[in-house]
């Protein structure tokens, strides 16, 4: 990862609700030390948290820890997990945590669920 503390804008694909949404894959060769912890939250437009996918619990996958190779896998996020979402444009930040304790947020976007037509 470069010195820029600025996250990485990064929109995910829209969901239906109640469609289960496809695991993304991250990688970053730029690192200095081994990787501990990655952590997405997903807010609604007032800022309460609306799913959390973390490695220390789950939703998140640490593949490769090294420093110089991380890689990550974030998702899937269930059907269940999209359903008790409120369709509209919601915000998400990917942060990380090495193993000397620096927190960096990586990438941070939008995440548009659309309503579920179909019952």
């Known amino acids: 990862m470069s010195a820029n503390l600025k996250p990485s804008c990064y929109n995910w694909a829209s969901v239906v609700q109640g469609d289960t949404f496809?695991?993304?894959?991250?990688?970053?060769?730029?690192?200095?030390?081994?990787?501990?912890?990655?952590?997405?939250t997903v807010k609604d437009k007032d800022g309460n948290a609306k799913l959390t996918l973390d490695s220390n619990t789950s939703g998140v996958t640490l593949n490769d820890t090294t420093a110089g190779s991380w890689n990550y896998t974030v998702g899937p996020v269930s059907a269940a997990d999209t359903t008790s979402i409120a369709?509209?444009?919601?915000?998400?930040?990917?942060?990380?945590?090495?193993?000397?304790?620096?927190?960096?947020?990586?990438?941070?976007g939008f995440w548009e669920i659309l309503p579920q037509i179909t019952s």
């Open 22 to 40: 496809p695991a993304i894959v991250f990688a970053a060769s730029g690192t200095s030390a081994d990787l501990a912890r990655v952590r997405v």
């Open 87 to 108: 369709a509209g444009t919601h915000s998400y930040d990917l942060e990380t945590t090495d193993v000397g304790g620096v927190v960096r947020t990586h990438f941070h």
